[in-house]
């Protein structure tokens, strides 16, 4: 087994064929086939089901997705500081749930240093992958929150993962809608009065049952629901379809994608508590501390 195998495998994971992955990987379909099946008989675990209407992983490759998304990671955190071409570029990194601050905070953190030379990576991204990111040094600070709907595991995977939780700030819970909604002028609005409309959320991936969403109200039954994982399609689809999202109320005006969109204040309440993570006994480089110092200047909660 080697990490070009594994790479196979989730490239083949993640495409509708195997021309579609040999095409993405640039290799021959037969090599790809070739490769996989080299590995499946080394492992003794059947990872793809194939048929004449495609492929598909069995049980036993979910699992094994799971772990060589791990282990590809972890390889490309050490090729990229350690083998990849000019290291003497300035290095940083940030994994985020959807929020604003957390951008202007990267932001400042570069404007002050301005290095000659970088490499910096901020990765908007799904909660699991702000965790594991954090946890694998991918990233050294990652944003999350969690609500009163999925603390207890949140809080239960920070224990897990060796990770410590800063809280910044707690949030009511709002319904975001583009100007012109029927409820866009509203003071409060309830959940039974929007059973109508679509709500858009963030999508966590299948692997991501819904306790580990970044919204509140996430055991709540929505009778029509959209998921997608990129911010400007999000508002695109509330804007299109009339419908709405659940968010913290933080709209920014001079924020080009939310520009549009307005907040009303929802009557169920399931606040957020907006922190940031760190790894427990880690040591922060000087972006790093940089960057929490930033973040401080949003801190609402003390102690």
């Not at 990229?80 to 400042?108: C, P, T």
């Not at 580990?212 to 709540?220: F, I, K, Q, V």
Request: proline share 3%.
């Amino acid at each position: 087994m080697n990490v070009n195998q594994l790479k196979y495998v989730l490239a083949i994971a993640s495409s509708s064929s195997m021309r579609e992955a040999a095409t993405k990987l640039y290799v021959s379909q037969p090599a790809l086939s070739s490769s996989v099946r080299e590995l499946e008989e080394e492992l003794g675990i059947l990872i793809f089901e194939r048929s004449n209407k495609g492929i598909v992983l069995t049980d036993e490759g979910r699992e094994f997705v799971i772990y060589a998304k791990k282990a590809v990671g972890q390889y490309e955190v050490l090729e990229d500081r350690y083998l990849s071409f000019g290291r003497e570029k300035e290095r940083f990194s940030v994994s985020s749930q959807h929020y604003n601050f957390a951008i202007k905070a990267f932001s400042a953190v570069l404007a002050k240093y301005a290095p000659e030379k970088y490499d910096f990576s901020f990765h908007e991204t799904k909660t699991m992958e702000v965790l594991e990111n954090v946890r694998s040094l991918k990233s050294e600070v990652g944003i999350v929150s969690y609500s009163g709907a999925n603390e207890p595991v949140i809080k239960k995977l920070l224990r897990e993962y060796q990770l410590e939780f800063v809280p910044l700030m707690r949030r009511d819970t709002y319904a975001y809608f583009w100007k012109g909604h029927p409820f866009a002028d509203h003071k409060e609005v309830s959940l039974s009065e929007l059973q109508d409309y679509p709500c858009v959320s963030f999508d966590q991936g299948e692997d991501d049952p819904f306790y580990l969403t970044e919204e509140a109200m996430g055991d709540y039954d929505f009778a029509k629901m959209i998921r997608s994982d990129d911010r400007a399609t999000t508002m695109e689809l509330i804007a299109q379809l009339g419908g709405y999202s659940v968010g913290s109320g933080m709209l920014a005006e001079e924020d080009a994608v939310l520009k549009g969109m307005v907040s009303v204040k929802l009557v169920e309440e399931d606040p957020l508590v907006i922190g940031f993570i760190t790894r427990k006994s880690g040591t922060l480089s000087k972006f790093g501390a940089a960057y929490v110092e930033e973040l401080l200047k949003y801190q609402e909660i003390k102690g």
